[in-house]
């Protein structure tokens, strides 16, 4: 029986002993957070970030347990939520990511595996996480890349010195890192933003950023009617033309989650847009998530 890439898994979790690892977990102030979020989501900036760091660390918490986490954060708030539950809380020191992360890998000490796992993972699941961490349990020093592949949102080892940043996984390789490709795509899409978000949203959010989409995106993800301008059958990317004449560009997530097998130029279609990019698109007169008959 098949089972919808989008779900999320309901099977038993791997058997990894929580107390094998020890995960930090950094969080920027949630009111500074997603800068390139900006300019799409307005003044819901903060409140998204908050969401996504609630989303991570709630999935964290479910895989490994509250006394194997660390956040890094210099957001008063949500460390005194997670603190609440259990959570060891470290103070951001204010100097960059790899700061941060330094200071929670002191915090967790020598004892144990130390897993490092960026903050932005909206639809992060346990059993994901599990995995990740029981296949990093096999090699000595490893890393799980984002999405795109040249980032890195789980890195594993002891005492290793983090190179998170532009550019991270080939960083991580030269220190001499396993690179594990892992088929985890809830694991593997960090959100920076719009182009991003969708696709996290396809995978299925977290109930915290589901929220605050079903209460707040209406205000930044615009529904309009365009004409296809442009479109490669190859790469199942292209482009539509607004009404007003203007080019919007769609790469391959937004074609391919729509439930349409060709595009032909002319065609009428109805776009999603988030900040001057389509993230989804279907036919007219068929709703959103509606079957296309």
Do not use: Y
């Amino acid at each position: 029986m098949s089972t919808s890439p989008n779900a999320r898994p309901e099977s038993a979790l791997p058997s990894v002993s929580p107390g094998d690892w020890v995960l930090v977990v950094p969080v920027k102030d949630t009111r500074h957070g997603k800068s390139r979020l900006a300019r799409a989501v307005g003044s819901d900036r903060a409140a998204l970030s908050g969401a996504i760091a609630h989303d991570t660390l709630s999935a964290t918490v479910e895989a490994v347990g509250a006394r194997q986490v660390v956040l890094v954060t210099g957001d008063e708030p949500l460390a005194l939520a997670w603190q609440a539950k259990g959570v060891d809380v470290v103070d951001d020191p204010g100097r960059g990511l790899n700061d941060a992360v330094s200071a929670g890998m002191r915090q967790a000490g020598t004892a144990s595996r130390v897993a490092v796992l960026l903050g932005d993972l909206p639809a992060l699941d346990a059993v994901s996480l599990r995995i990740a961490l029981e296949r990093a349990a096999h090699e000595g020093e490893s890393f799980v890349p984002d999405d795109e592949g040249s980032g890195t949102v789980l890195r594993c080892g002891r005492a290793f010195t983090p190179r998170f940043g532009a550019d991270s996984a080939s960083r991580h390789a030269a220190d001499g890192a396993v690179r594990l490709d892992l088929p985890l795509p809830r694991l593997r899409t960090d959100v920076d933003d719009a182009r991003s978000l969708a696709q996290a949203r396809r995978l299925g959010l977290g109930p915290a950023t589901r929220a605050v989409l079903e209460d707040r995106a209406s205000g930044w993800i615009r529904s309009m009617q365009a004409t296809v301008h442009r479109f490669d059958p190859d790469t199942h990317t292209g482009s539509v033309l607004r009404d007003d004449g203007v080019q919007l560009s769609f790469e391959a997530p937004a074609f391919e989650a729509s439930g349409l097998r060709l595009l032909r130029t002319g065609q009428r279609l109805t776009v999603d847009v988030v900040d001057d990019v389509v993230v989804a698109m279907r036919i007219v007169g068929v709703g959103a998530g509606q079957p296309i008959r």
